[in-house]
């Protein structure tokens, strides 16, 4: 399994502009769920630091908020492709009142000097106050 420490993730600062594209700073945004000081407070929120996660190559955080009924054994990251962008396009429940949400996006990377995008539905389900990415449909 690849963690940030077997491979040459980039580092966020807490000062520095969030991955995921909110407009927060990575402090003020998905820092404190990577270092697990606080819970994704919906789906939405959840799928933008999992996909900070990914950029930063968090293999731990992502194993932690995949569902227990879909999640690999094992998660292995290749450090050749990085995640350079993050578009939500819809969203569909997955609020604080809700228990299930889906999220649509398309997030755009280069892998090895080409470009590449990887466009998915992800559905999302909350269970004991903690959201989890189930699967895409």
Not at 53 to 60: E, I, S
Not at 99 to 122: C, L, M, P, W
Request: charge should be positive; proline fraction near 6%.
């Amino acid at each position: 399994m690849s963690s940030s420490a077997e491979a040459p993730w980039p580092k966020v600062d807490d000062s520095a502009r969030c991955p995921c594209l909110s407009g927060a700073t990575y402090g003020a945004c998905c820092g404190p769920f990577h270092r697990g000081e606080a819970l994704a407070p919906s789906a939405e929120r959840l799928m933008r630091s999992r996909y900070s996660a990914y950029v930063t190559g968090n293999v731990r955080y992502l194993l932690a908020t995949w569902h227990p009924t879909t999640k690999p054994r094992t998660l292995e990251l290749d450090p050749g492709q990085r995640w350079i962008l993050l578009d939500i396009t819809h969203t569909s429940r997955g609020g604080m009142l809700d228990d299930i949400g889906t999220v649509e996006f398309t997030a755009k990377y280069r892998s090895n000097g080409h470009a590449g995008e990887q466009h998915e539905n992800s559905r999302f389900v909350r269970e004991r106050r903690r959201w989890y990415y189930v699967d895409a449909i």
